[in-house]
């Protein structure tokens, strides 16, 4: 019996709490337009939403040259999760996240497009998390 394996494991089951995912009926209008009403929720959503591979949290602990506190970030990525924005997934020591914009269009057709089109409009066109160019896929 491996002592190391029998820790972990039981510290994932029992302190780990699980994420809560809403289906994607319980997603609301409202509760997407609050979780997006912060400038850096928005901003970590976009770049979310346009990437096409997962994201890990820290790849946000800087959005326009500001540093994000690990704290707050995490508590920006319960609002995107509990809004129904994101999927979060556990991988080994990070959190991977991707956008459900797909799931929120086939309830809400056009409102996630409309918002991040108009966050860009807004910003510029410039990505908020201030990364350029492409992103490396996330190790699975």
């Given at each position: ?106 309830r809400f057709p056009g409102l996630v497009g409309a918002i991040i089109s108009a966050h860009n409009v807004q ?18």
């Amino acid at each position: 019996m491996n002592y190391g394996q029998n820790v972990k494991g039981w510290y994932i089951k029992n302190v780990m709490r699980p994420l809560f995912h809403p289906a994607v009926d319980e997603v609301t209008v409202e509760g997407i337009l609050h979780a997006l009403s912060d400038p850096v929720r928005v901003a970590i959503f976009a770049d979310i939403a346009g990437s096409n591979c997962s994201q890990s949290c820290s790849h946000f602990l800087k959005i326009r040259e500001k540093v994000v506190p690990k704290s707050t970030l995490s508590q920006h990525f319960k609002a995107l999760r509990e809004a129904g924005l994101i999927r979060s997934e556990r991988q080994g020591v990070e959190m991977q996240n991707t956008s459900r914009c797909a799931e929120i269009e086939g309830r809400f057709p056009g409102l996630v497009g409309a918002i991040i089109s108009a966050h860009n409009v807004q910003s510029g066109g410039k990505s908020r998390a201030g990364h350029s160019g492409k992103r490396k896929p996330a190790g699975r």
